[in-house]
């Protein structure tokens, strides 16, 4: 009698999902450097969740020494009382009233500088204002990477859990203080918002200032609409000695150059020259005219000047 042998088809094994945690620590290196706690638990978790058969079941942290020098005390942060004098000032500044940028240029007329050894802008007072670590609270996995290949950075909008961890240091700010803060930064917000969206121009993120490479911005004076520096117009000559252009003489000095489609950059100059660069690739320096007296004269000014005649005729007659 034959035999007969039949093949039995069985279903692939499943892989067991392996379950992992994140360890993370707070230690110190060289003596200056704390390793971010909030850093390592968004790196870790990240990680986790992306890589195929780990469940992510949560983070544990840890402080703990380095073992290079028995001297070598942890993870503790501490206040630097200069440096928190001056973040405590920004806050007192701004619930007084006054802006970002006046407070920059307060800070870089009295000599200070950031961390990093630069000057003051709006962007730093700004992020300062907005850190809510000052109050000794740290808010962790803020933002996460969308995935250990492309490294993009996402703001944590509900796509991840995000931490809360009370009194993890000494705290500069109030937590009072900070939402007052917030608050006043949201009032002031609604209340300089544009009413309609703001109006283009053809030289718009075209000109760059030679002298300190920030862009030019429309700003309209008494005597009409003028483009200048960024950097002077918020902190003055004495960062940028550069020169407002009068809109209607850049119009006149482009139009010297061809049809203002083709300008690719203008790069302005010192003693009224403009550089002028084409799509073609060609270049082009053109030099404007200052305004001259009649047309820097507006319809109040020349009221005035009116009014001063007359008052002189007026008293050399009665004299």
């Not at 960062?239 to 009068?246: E, G, L, M, N, V």
């Amino acid at each position: 009698m034959s035999r007969t042998v039949e093949q039995i088809q069985f279903a692939p094994r499943m892989p067991k999902t392996l379950r992992v945690a994140a360890y993370a620590r707070v230690s110190s290196d060289k003596d200056t450097m704390l390793h971010s706690l909030a850093t390592q638990v968004d790196y870790y978790s990240t990680y986790i969740r992306h890589h195929p058969g780990w469940a992510y079941v949560g983070v544990y942290a840890d402080e703990a020494k380095t073992g290079t020098r028995d001297s070598r005390e942890n993870g503790k942060l501490t206040v630097v009382p200069e440096e928190a004098e001056i973040v405590r000032s920004i806050f007192d500044d701004y619930l007084a009233g006054r802006g970002a940028t006046a407070i920059a240029k307060r800070l870089n007329e009295s000599g200070y500088a950031t961390q990093s050894g630069c000057v003051f802008h709006k962007s730093a007072v700004e992020r300062i204002l907005r850190n809510y670590a000052y109050t000794g609270n740290l808010l962790l996995q803020t933002k996460f990477r969308e995935n250990h290949l492309t490294k993009v950075t996402r703001r944590n909008k509900g796509e991840l859990p995000r931490y809360h961890a009370t009194d993890t240091h000494e705290a500069i700010i109030p937590p009072e203080t900070f939402n007052a803060v917030q608050a006043e930064i949201q009032r002031r917000k609604e209340k300089y918002a544009p009413t309609k969206p703001p109006q283009t121009s053809l030289f718009t993120g075209l000109i760059t200032c030679a002298i300190c490479g920030k862009h030019y911005r429309r700003k309209t004076t008494a005597t009409g609409p003028v483009w200048i520096c960024s950097t002077y117009n918020s902190y003055g000559k004495s960062y940028c000695p550069s020169k407002a252009i009068p809109e209607e003489k850049l119009m006149q000095t482009a139009a010297l150059v061809g049809h203002t489609g083709e300008i690719r950059l203008i790069t302005a100059h010192n003693d009224n020259l403009l550089e002028f660069t084409l799509k073609d690739g060609t270049n082009a320096v053109k030099r404007w005219q200052d305004l001259s007296r009649a047309e820097s004269w507006t319809a109040e000014m020349r009221r005035a000047a009116g009014e001063k005649t007359r008052e002189r005729k007026q008293r050399h007659a009665e004299s």
